[in-house]
């Protein structure tokens, strides 16, 4: 039928440092899906002159990154999606450690005894500077660029900033001025913008972390040999253990694993340490004086710079291993990581620049989808039938899900695209793409009665010169049984509820693969429609979800324990090693029903997530299908599907 393809035929799950190469196309005789991630400096970015560049910190919300010049006692900010400097902001002497915070408004100051109430904090993103020189920090108000306060530190100069964004507390780490070998981490409540507490020991603090998961905070000094370590903003002892060569540390929210640099001359690991147990877990050889260390916790990556080798390494934080070294500027030291986008910002010391590092998944499931649920539709057809050809065309209605969920047997039946229509008309791009896929005097299967597809739309059609046929009844179950009908005596059929879509958004595609129907129950209950439909066809019944098989106990049940295990447990019964793979949402119905039509005719399961999240027993069915997938088709935009989602199911594929 002229599939369009979307593997990619490289390396099992392979990890490239440098540009991306030219892959060519998977063949349908893969051995198995296979995916490829590179790491590459995709941008350079000019902060200032020479001894400016310092620390760096980047926000998600703004898409902005802000970076410390100590040489002229500002801070640079730049537009993280153009890469460019757009405003430099003055600060106090010597700023050296930079972190973003977001305020909820409820936390703005109220009168507190003994405190003055600060100005208003907003919901916007709030920005703190470390200033050394100054020993104090400037807050920063992110819409408008400005310094909008100054907190004093007493006598302790900083030398790293941390920020605790649950309880939104600030901890500085430094050196106490009047005394000599005394380090401090002085606590800061961000939203009053007011000393809390100041905790000295012994030593030398450069570098600070917080995990806001445990509210825990971990401190080094240069070449010290400890990492000292706070339970908490109330904790007033600060505890040490030995750890080789302290430099840069970093903690994972995520995993609560904790990651301190060992760092020299010559020397070049990562202890990696259990929170839960303080001892380290394992050691990981990366470059030379590894300094700056991010955490990417939404991808369990742990970028680390190396400042005498000129690197980066990325580690794996699932195997503690590392999977990348990326080229960078002189010197790299600080560094920052999007965890929105999984780009890193490395403050190029030598060079006074960033290096932006893009990650990029390419894999074998390829995303089909428009800018609505029209668009997708359309390019789905495209896919299928890049050619044309159809044998027909399922129209369904756009914004209603009951009539459309039994089209994906009757679009695999028809080797037809199911579109979508909305409205008294066809939206333009539906309408060209039904003059497009089938030859004029083609037939065109409407699902529903007039309220779901008025007649103008019928009319419209054979003005076209198609021959319409309409499939309804007095409701959604009627209209599924006149479907069925059409499809001849099938041995095989699948119930599922008509009161909610995503049982039967699976159903119907696996009822395409055993060559059966979907019928409709009404919720817990089998209505008259289906019964009668039941008792005059004898044959295998399967039950798909639980109102399903609570309202026919006889048929064979399907179902787990959400919607997402439901279309595992499917996936499983109906699809026995499967070359290919369809992902969709499971918390809208149009991107599933226009895919479910392309799976139904290539024999290929559905699997359902959320918009941001792969759920742990699609994981684990992807897991066990890698060894036969081949090609994957994800389902609409990216604000449907996140491209987090598809980086997963790749990466999964090829692992």
């Known amino acids: 039928m002229g599939k369009a393809r979307f593997g990619l035929a490289v390396a099992s799950a392979s990890v490239v440092a ?26 350079t970015i000019g902060v200032g002159d020479e001894h400016t560049a310092g620390s760096i910190a980047v926000d ?104 605790d964004s649950s309880t939104h507390t600030l901890y500085a780490a430094g050196g106490v001025g009047s005394s000599s070998g005394e380090a401090a981490v002085v606590v800061v409540d961000g939203a009053r913008r007011t000393v809390k507490s100041t905790v000295k020991t012994s030593g030398f603090f450069k570098y600070v972390a917080v995990d806001p998961g445990t509210h825990k905070v971990f401190a080094t000094g240069c070449c010290l040999n400890k990492l000292w370590s706070l339970d908490g903003p109330t904790d007033t002892t600060l505890s040490a253990a030995t750890v080789p060569g302290t430099t840069g540390v970093a903690a994972n929210p995520t995993t609560h694993k904790v990651y301190v640099g060992n760092g020299g001359f010559d020397a070049g690991a990562v202890s990696v340490i259990d929170e839960s147990t303080g001892s380290v877990s394992t050691t990981v050889a990366v470059g030379r004086n590894p300094v700056g260390i991010a955490v990417d916790s939404s991808a369990n990556l742990v970028y680390v710079s190396n400042t005498r080798d000129n690197t980066v390494s990325v580690i794996d ?4 291993s590392v999977v990348a070294t990326v080229p960078a500027g002189l010197s790299p030291g600080a560094i920052a990581v999007d965890s929105a986008t999984h780009t890193a910002y490395v403050v190029d010391q030598g060079n006074n620049s960033v290096s932006v590092i893009t990650r990029t998944v390419t894999g074998s499931v390829g995303r089909l989808a428009g800018s609505d649920r029209f668009g997708t539709a359309v390019a789905v057809s495209k896919a299928e039938f890049p050619n044309g050809g159809a044998g027909a065309v399922v129209l369904a209605r756009a914004d209603d899900y009951p009539d459309a969920l039994v089209g994906a047997p009757l679009a695999a039946a028809k080797n037809a695209p199911l579109l979508l229509t909305s409205g008294t008309t066809l939206p333009a791009g539906i309408a060209a793409e039904i003059q497009r896929v089938l ?26 010169g198609y021959q319409v ?51 409709l129950t009404n919720g817990q209950t089998l209505p008259p429609e289906t019964s009668a439909y039941l008792a005059a066809h004898p ?27 439901t279309a595992v447990d499917v996936a499983t019964r109906f699809f026995n090693g499967p070359t290919a793979i369809g992902v969709a949402t499971g918390l809208s119905f149009p991107d599933a029903l226009s895919g479910g039509a392309l799976l139904g005719h290539i024999g290929a399961p559905l699997v359902l997530v959320s918009t941001t999240s792969v759920p742990g027993q699609v994981t684990t069915y992807v897991s066990s299908v890698k060894g036969t997938v081949t090609d994957g088709y994800l389902f609409g935009g990216p604000n449907t599907v996140s491209a987090d989602v598809q980086d997963a199911i790749n990466i999964v594929l090829g692992g």
Request: overall charge negative; glycine content about 8%.
């Open 317 to 320: 934080g699932a195997t503690d």
């Open 439 to 464: 030859a004029t005097s083609g037939t065109v299967y409407i699902l529903g009665g007039a309220k779901a597809v008025p007649t103008s739309v019928e009319t419209e059609l054979t003005g076209l």
């Open 60 to 163: 998600s919300r703004t898409k902005r990154a802000y970076v410390t010049s100590y040489g002229d006692n500002s801070v640079k900010v730049i537009d993280t999606t153009t890469n460019a400097v757009v405003s430099t902001v003055a600060v106090g002497r010597s700023p050296i450690g930079v972190v973003v915070d977001t305020i909820p408004t409820q936390l703005v100051n109220a009168a507190v005894p003994g405190i003055v109430p600060s100005p208003v904090v907003q919901a916007a993103p709030t920005v703190f500077v470390a200033n050394y020189g100054d020993e104090s920090i400037s807050v920063i108000d992110s819409t408008t660029n400005q310094v909008t306060a100054t907190i004093p530190l007493g006598d302790t100069l900083p030398s790293d900033l941390a920020v």
């Open 469 to 519: 046929v309409r499939y309804s009844g007095d409701n959604r179950f009627a209209t599924a049984v006149k479907v069925a009908d059409a499809l001849g005596d099938p041995a095989t059929v699948l119930l599922a509820t008509g009161v909610n879509f995503p049982d039967a958004l699976t159903a119907g595609v696996a009822a395409a693969k055993a060559g059966g129907v979907v019928l």
């Open 18 to 43: 440098s540009a991306t190469a030219v892959l060519a196309p998977f063949a349908q005789s893969a051995a198995h899906a296979t995916t490829t991630i590179t790491y590459a400096v995709t941008a």
């Open 539 to 565: 044959g295998t019944v399967y039950a798909v979800g639980g109102p399903a098989a609570k309202a026919d106990p006889a048929a064979t049940a399907i179902f787990g324990s959400d919607r997402f295990d």
